[in-house]
């Protein structure tokens, strides 16, 4: 097979060939439908040969399990869409549904093939409808490796891991040049559509890569975190790394003196988490709560957990969204869910109320209710109010939850608390000591862990450096779940 790999090295870019080649072990990949062809006759079409109608598909090896592939050409006809292109990925995506294995797709289109009208149009659908079949059966995971515009960019939008390249991934329902035409504005392909802006803005890149070699290298380390198809057991990992003095004393030092002081919660998730082993997901998306996979003695959790260093870790609409969407993920390939709480509430005010903060919580509150895998939560500073029910507390179906000895759990904070319990005091600067003496009984009677834990909603207060045995015991007790309470129904109704 002959490929135009120069003209897309004098764009800085990898030819799709290379990419697979990159992106699979050495000598494993195999073509199918290298054959095939557009099949459209009007525009002057008939006399165009559109090598493997641009797009190559196959499958190989990574890391030494199967994986499906397919690879958009650029410099075929522009990668773009026919019904044989859009056919041939359908395929592919079907056959490694039978076949139990990831399907990983490199995007590189301008869209539609305008010249084949309808049947383009076709092709898409039968490809979303693929990914659709496909989605909670295998992973499905997009490289964005060029412009993808219009319908390009939907298939990826179905998938379950996106990743961008930075200087090369764009990503936009219409171009610059119809923004130009229809809104008079201009503005670049970057700032519509570029990495930055779906890995910090939009929330559609899940991994922002600084060069198309960095990104598949992280494909690969994403691969070894997951199972490869619904109901596939991981192996845990030959050996394990963990220093547990320095991690003990890591843990300890975690927290700030001063309750309200911000700290970063991956420094903790690093220090329960075997060494090296924290691979966050959309880490610059919502930074107030992070997730990503871990592995705790080799063995892969997915962990959620408020970051007080963003927004003080207060839940908004995106960060309600990205923690759902993980949450369903590690949900659909059985992955055991790791919670880590130490949240203030739900952002108060009008602007998230009018993006729909009670729609956005309320998919936090469903999705860990429909989870059914093991689920521990651990409860380190503060839960408050409604968020202290949502972030997979024992009353949506935790398996267990712990509280650190100093951990606040209530309707809400002290002094909130005071100033609505003692409104006229609070006024009267001779009742000042009688408002410091409620303050502090408010903190040593009803914030306490000891209440919640008397009323069996927490199953043991613990000591942090007690914090990953417990854990660990926690999941290899659930290993064996099984969920047999759910009631008969087709599905339920998550508010979108």
């Keep these: 097979m002959t490929y135009n790999i120069e003209k897309q090295h004098e764009k800085g870019k990898l030819h799709a060939i290379e990419r697979i080649n990159a992106l699979l072990d050495k000598d494993s990949f195999v073509e199918i439908y290298a054959e095939a062809r557009h099949n459209c006759y009007e525009f002057g079409m008939d006399k165009k040969d559109i090598p493997y109608d641009g797009v190559i598909t196959g499958f190989g090896t990574i890391n030494g399990r199967r994986v499906a592939v397919y690879s958009q050409d650029f410099t075929v006809q522009g990668g773009s869409l026919g019904k044989m292109h859009g056919d041939k990925i359908a395929e592919i995506i079907s056959k490694a549904i039978e076949c139990k294995c990831p399907v990983i797709g490199i995007n590189d289109s301008g869209g539609a093939r305008i010249q084949e009208g309808v049947n383009a149009l076709a092709g898409y659908g039968n490809l979303f409808y693929q990914n659709v079949r496909a989605s909670g059966l295998i992973p499905q995971i997009s490289i964005i490796a060029g412009p993808c515009a219009g319908g390009a960019v939907y298939s990826p939008g179905l998938t379950d891991f996106i990743f961008t390249i930075d200087k090369i991934s764009y990503m936009f329902i219409t171009g610059p040049k119809v923004v130009k035409s229809v809104m008079f504005l201009d503005i670049s392909e970057e700032d519509l559509g570029g990495g930055i802006i779906h890995s910090q803005k939009s929330g559609v890149s899940h991994f922002r890569c600084p060069d198309e070699n960095d990104c598949y290298t992280k494909v690969r380390k994403l691969l070894d975190y997951i199972p490869h198809y619904y109901g596939d057991v991981l192996k845990p990992a030959g050996k394990v790394a963990y220093d547990a003095k320095k991690k003990v004393r890591e843990i300890k030092e975690i927290l700030p003196e001063r309750k309200t002081q911000g700290y970063d919660v991956r420094k903790l998730i690093e220090a329960l988490t075997d060494d090296g082993s924290f691979f966050e997901v959309a880490e610059e998306f919502a930074p107030n709560v992070s997730v990503g996979f871990a592995k705790i003695e080799g063995k892969s959790v997915g962990i959620i957990a408020n970051n007080p260093s963003a927004l003080g870790g207060i839940?908004?609409?995106?960060?309600?969204?990205?923690?759902?969407?993980?949450?369903?993920?590690?949900?659909?390939?059985?992955?055991?869910?790791?919670?880590?709480?130490?949240?203030?509430?739900?952002?108060?005010?009008?602007?998230?109320?009018?993006?729909?903060?009670?729609?956005?919580?309320?998919?936090?509150?469903?999705?860990?209710?429909?989870?059914?895998v093991p689920k521990v939560t651990v409860i380190t500073r503060k839960a408050y109010g409604g968020a202290y029910i949502a972030m997979c507390s024992k009353h949506l179906g935790a398996d267990f939850v712990f509280a650190w000895p100093t951990a606040e759990i209530a309707v809400m904070g002290a002094e909130g608390a005071i100033q609505i319990l003692y409104a006229k005091q609070l006024k009267d600067p001779s009742q000042a000591q009688m408002v410091q003496e409620k303050t502090e009984e408010y903190k040593n009677t009803i914030m306490t862990p000891k209440i919640a834990a008397k009323q069996g909603y927490i199953s043991g207060i613990i000591e942090p450096e007690e914090t990953r045995g417990k854990i660990l015991s926690c999941f290899k007790f659930l290993e064996e779940k099984r969920d047999t309470a759910q009631p008969e129904k087709k599905h339920g109704n998550i508010p979108l």
């Design 315 to 372: 839940l908004n609409c995106d960060a309600s969204d990205k923690a759902s969407r993980f949450i369903r993920y590690c949900d659909a390939y059985n992955i055991p869910l790791l919670t880590l709480v130490d949240i203030p509430g739900f952002v108060p005010g009008p602007e998230e109320e009018q993006k729909g903060i009670i729609r956005h919580g309320a998919k936090l509150i469903y999705a860990y209710s429909e989870a059914t």
